[in-house]
């Protein structure tokens, strides 16, 4: 959007007052005499809105025509909001096009194929934003990924293979309430009203944003830990690791429950009970890399990538966490 400067004028009665973009009144067709809203942010500043705005609903459509990566426009057009996404082929779909294209509306809520012609497929999004609370669908997404931590954790411990795929078949549904959260978050902060409707301010919209991201790249660190347990059929570990792993999961899961808690509750005690295990973590992980230098090279390798995967779980469980913290308290840590 275009920015305008404008000159701050004093009244005569002692107001003050600025003239307001022609442009902006011609396309909201406001007229002389409406009322308009102004409301003071708390980033100082100002929203103004005519008073009889209607909250868009966002009936807005878009046409991909011989897309060459088909799922991936499917879901950047989810994301932006697009309530109709009509795909169009010169040629007829191929049936592992049209398969790709199912299995990807499987992933987005409220979607739903509404027309299948043999060149063109119309897909209809039916998710009200309103219905949906960004807080709902953040807590669920971080129950649904720490029960995928978990099982990613326990399937290493056990060589359980039943395990490992309980872990990935929630991979799909986590990538489900990311997309979901995103597109409420985005139509939230493109309409202030809706943020408003939802007690959100522009900046804690942004940081659900953020805190999905970072629970939806745990998720899929999580997945690929169980990826390595069953591309090596659960090895069986030395007792040593065994025990340290089991700790490095007890630490893991409380911390990924309590940062998801502490962003969601705004607790800042609880969001700094999960910085204060940094220290047991890292003495853990430590532990656990003097171990590989006397591993079998099998073992070592293997381990290798899960401990990776695990250290970039523990990283997003302390990013969500600072996002609560004050930055005051952080510099005292």
Request: proline share 4%; glycine share 4%.
């Amino acid at each position: 959007m275009p920015s305008h400067k404008r000159v701050l004028q004093l009244t005569g009665g002692g107001s003050y007052a600025i003239t307001l973009p022609k442009s902006w009144v011609k396309r909201l067709d406001i007229t002389e005499g409406a009322v308009l809203n102004v409301e003071a942010l708390e980033d100082g500043s100002l929203l103004i809105t005519p008073e009889d705005r209607k909250l868009t609903k966002n009936m807005s459509e878009i046409v991909i025509e011989d897309s060459p990566a088909i799922a991936r426009d499917i879901v950047g057009s989810y994301l932006m909001g697009f309530n109709i996404i009509r795909l169009k082929s010169s040629k007829p779909f191929k049936i592992e096009t049209v398969n790709e294209i199912r299995k990807c509306v499987r992933r987005l809520a409220g979607a739903e194929i509404i027309e299948e012609l043999p060149n063109s497929i119309e897909i209809q999004i039916m998710l009200d934003p309103e219905a949906v609370t960004p807080d709902k669908v953040l807590r669920r997404m971080g129950s649904l990924v720490n029960s995928m931590v978990s099982d990613s954790f326990a399937s290493v411990i056990s060589g359980d293979l039943n395990l490992a795929e309980k872990s990935l078949q929630r991979d799909e549904e986590v990538d489900r309430h990311y997309f979901t959260l995103v597109r409420i978050v985005r139509f939230a902060i493109r309409d202030p009203e809706i943020a408003k409707k939802m007690g959100l301010s522009q900046l804690r919209l942004m940081d659900f944003r953020l805190v999905a991201k970072f629970l939806e790249d745990s998720g899929d660190h999580a997945a690929s830990i169980s990826m390595e347990v069953l591309k090596n059929k659960g090895p069986q570990m030395p007792e040593n690791m065994l025990n340290t792993l089991s700790q490095l999961n007890d630490i893991i899961t409380k911390t990924g429950m309590e940062s998801v808690e502490a962003f969601l509750s705004e607790d800042v005690s609880l969001a700094l009970k999960v910085l204060e295990k940094k220290n047991e973590y890292s003495r853990l992980y430590e532990t656990m890399l003097s171990f590989l230098n006397y591993a079998p090279d099998n073992i070592r390798n293997y381990m290798t990538k899960i401990i990776l995967n695990i250290e970039r779980i523990n990283e997003n469980h302390i990013d969500i966490a600072e996002l609560t913290a004050p930055i005051t308290v952080k510099a005292f840590l």
